[in-house]
């Protein structure tokens, strides 16, 4: 608070001055700057008593919510490093740069650019890197050595620090000082039961999340979107095409990840980190769920004329709130509307195709008059030949059928339930949802053997599968199970 007054007041810089306001009926100290400091002013002391230590001491009001406002704004800027920040109140934020820091050309790099960059600004910083939170947090405020602890190292940073390194209260810093432990060395080594018992679970929770034993969840500063993407800039961006450049790498990035899991932007959000520390941002929306990347840049592009880059942008994000699942559509193959296997055209893309990728590769069926599955479909290569019969639709069939059924291993409830779990190829899968049993008859009049039972099922993650039991259970005879199809 004291370094952003100096920089809204320049002719406070020489001046030792603090900011108080009441409490209890009485005026307290709530920030002081570093010239009171050192004069040994300290916040929670009363105003009047350190007014008689400083004479020339200026008291200014204390500014309410404006500290929570100042280190949020300080946070948001610091977006520019990782997405994954959190606030430390009162006067600290926490930055996991894990997967980053390769950006700013490694760990030390990484940590200089952003003490510096904030020390430019004005502002007194202190900074820290470790595996855990706690001790990032202990280095940064009471740390002499180095800055950058490594991998595993926590208890060795820890060492030769006082307890209050470890974030505890006032009430078990004082005891701890009675019992003669200034620094973390004299007690990490005592049972933890003994100290459990003496100092109470707040005392070995910090010490455990300091050391990484135990997790330290973050309240994040801004929830990270599902799907976002970064891109920071080497060099500042102040043109209209570098913008653009920006959102088709963005969109490009993005657009793949969504596709693959078979998802699209219904509302997607631009942010532009500028080099005065304004954030400027661009939405879009859409009515159906897409990945086209070039219908989505063409949204884009006509916001370009509201972002103002000023000085440059040196980091865009780019982030999808709200993305629904595409149902894709078939795409017209020909045209007219009347034109059919009879069409040359069609018999020509075949005739391209099957020089292209072979002809093992395409494949035309027709429905056969059999109930037996491995019969109810043939093989034809000829466009002229008709089906004999029309395709049984009331009933659901795989959209995949093996040449052969597959041998099994099932664990089931006897005698007519479907399978809890089954083993295929060596991979477990267990059913969460089945539809069945639908029984097959073997055609007689062409060969003997059991019926088959079939079941649709589908397993943890969602796949679908045609399973069947061949023949009934009975006390001597244990029918196999098979897989025969797979569903879209």
Same mark, same amino acid.
């Given at each position: 608070?004291?370094?952003?007054?100096?920089?809204?007041?320049?002719?406070?810089?020489?001046?030792?001055?603090?900011?108080?306001?009441?409490?209890?009926?009485?005026?307290?100290?709530?920030?002081?700057?570093?010239?009171?400091?050192?004069?040994?002013?300290?916040?929670?002391?009363?105003?009047?008593?350190?007014?008689?230590?400083?004479?020339?001491?200026?008291?200014?009001?204390?500014?309410?919510?404006?500290?929570?406002?100042?280190?949020?704004?300080?946070?948001?800027?610091?977006?520019?490093?990782?997405?994954?920040?959190?606030?430390?109140?009162?006067?600290?934020?926490?930055?996991?740069?894990?997967?980053?820091?390769?950006?700013?050309?490694?760990?030390?790099?990484?940590?200089?650019?952003?003490?510096?960059?904030?020390?430019?600004?004005?502002?007194?910083?202190?900074?820290?890197?470790?595996?855990?939170?706690?001790?990032?947090?202990?280095?940064?405020?009471?740390?002499?050595?180095?800055?950058?602890?490594?991998e595993g190292e926590q208890q060795d940073a820890l060492l030769s620090l006082p307890p209050a390194a470890l974030?505890?209260?006032?009430?078990?810093?004082?005891?701890?000082?009675?019992?003669?432990?200034?620094?973390?060395?004299?007690?990490?080594?005592?049972?933890?039961?003994?100290?459990?018992?003496?100092?109470?679970?707040? &005392?070995? /929770?910090?010490?455990?999340? =300091?050391?990484?034993? +135990?997790? #330290?969840?973050?309240? @994040?500063?801004? *929830?990270?979107?599902?799907?976002?993407?970064?891109?920071?800039?080497?060099?500042?961006?102040?043109?209209?095409?570098?913008?653009?450049?920006?959102?088709?790498?963005?969109?490009?990035?993005?657009?793949?990840?969504?596709?693959?899991?078979?998802?699209?932007?219904?509302?997607?959000?631009?942010?532009?980190?500028?080099?005065?520390?304004?954030?400027?941002?661009?939405?879009?929306?859409?009515?159906?769920?897409?990945?086209?990347?070039?219908?989505?840049?063409?949204?884009?592009?006509?916001?370009?004329?509201?972002?103002?880059?000023?000085?440059?942008?040196?980091? &865009?994000? /780019?982030?999808?709130?709200? =993305?629904?699942?595409? +149902?894709? #559509?078939?795409?017209? @193959?020909?045209? *007219?509307?009347?034109?059919?296997?009879?069409?040359?055209?069609?018999?020509?893309?075949?005739?391209?195709?099957?020089?292209?990728?072979?002809?093992?590769?395409?494949?035309?069926?027709?429905?056969?008059?059999?109930?037996?599955?491995?019969?109810?479909?043939?093989?034809?290569?000829?466009?002229?030949?008709?089906?004999?019969?029309?395709?049984?639709?009331?009933?659901?069939?795989?959209?995949?059928?093996?040449?052969?059924?597959?041998?099994?291993?099932?664990?089931?409830?006897?005698?007519?339930?479907?399978?809890?779990?089954?083993?295929?190829?060596?991979?477990?899968?267990?059913?969460?949802?089945?539809?069945?049993?639908?029984?097959?008859?073997?055609?007689?009049? @062409?060969?003997?053997?059991?019926?088959?039972?079939?079941?649709?099922?589908e397993d943890e993650v969602g796949q679908r599968y045609w399973l069947f039991r061949s023949g009934h259970y009975?006390?001597?005879?244990?029918?196999?199970?098979?897989?025969?199809?797979?569903?879209?």
């Open positions: 608070m004291t370094d952003w007054l100096t920089l809204r007041q320049p002719k406070l810089k020489d001046v030792p001055f603090v900011l108080a306001g009441p409490e209890r009926n009485r005026i307290v100290i709530r920030a002081a700057n570093a010239l009171a400091q050192a004069q040994g002013v300290h916040t929670g002391m009363a105003a009047a008593d350190a007014k008689a230590i400083v004479t020339n001491l200026k008291v200014l009001d204390d500014i309410p919510d404006q500290p929570l406002k100042l280190l949020k704004a300080l946070g948001e800027w610091c977006i520019r490093y990782t997405p994954i920040i959190a606030m430390d109140l009162p006067d600290g934020l926490v930055l996991d740069v894990t997967g980053c820091t390769h950006l700013w050309g490694g760990e030390r790099a990484c940590l200089k650019e952003i003490v510096t960059r904030l020390r430019s600004k004005g502002y007194d910083v202190r900074g820290a890197m470790a595996d855990t939170v706690g001790t990032a947090w202990a280095v940064a405020r009471f740390g002499k050595v180095k800055a950058i602890i490594a974030r505890l209260e006032p009430l078990i810093l004082d005891r701890l000082h009675k019992l003669g432990f200034y620094t973390i060395s004299k007690f990490i080594g005592l049972g933890r039961t003994a100290m459990r018992r003496r100092f109470g679970d707040g &005392f070995l /929770l910090r010490l455990n999340q =300091a050391l990484g034993t +135990e997790n #330290e969840p973050l309240q @994040l500063l801004q *929830p990270i979107e599902p799907y976002s993407e970064r891109l920071p800039c080497l060099e500042p961006i102040n043109t209209a095409v570098g913008i653009e450049i920006a959102i088709k790498t963005l969109l490009e990035n993005l657009c793949r990840r969504l596709a693959g899991e078979g998802k699209g932007i219904r509302t997607a959000i631009l942010k532009c980190y500028r080099l005065d520390g304004q954030l400027v941002t661009a939405a879009i929306g859409t009515n159906n769920a897409t990945h086209n990347i070039s219908h989505l840049f063409k949204l884009f592009e006509l916001k370009i004329a509201t972002i103002e880059p000023a000085l440059g942008i040196e980091l &865009f994000t /780019l982030e999808s709130p709200k =993305a629904e699942d595409v +149902e894709p #559509e078939q795409e017209i @193959l020909w045209v *007219p509307e009347d034109c059919s296997l009879t069409d040359s055209r069609l018999a020509e893309l075949l005739d391209r195709l099957t020089n292209k990728i072979g002809a093992s590769a395409i494949h035309r069926y027709l429905p056969q008059e059999h109930y037996w599955p491995e019969r109810s479909i043939k093989t034809t290569i000829s466009l002229k030949e008709k089906p004999t019969t029309a395709w049984r639709t009331d009933r659901p069939r795989p959209s995949i059928l093996l040449p052969l059924p597959e041998r099994i291993d099932v664990t089931s409830i006897v005698p007519d339930y479907p399978p809890m779990l089954f083993i295929y190829k060596n991979k477990t899968h267990h059913v969460k949802k089945a539809d069945g049993p639908e029984r097959i008859e073997r055609e007689w009049w @062409l060969d003997q053997g059991d019926h088959r039972d079939y079941y649709q099922v009975s006390a001597d005879n244990k029918p196999q199970w098979y897989i025969h199809g797979f569903f879209a």
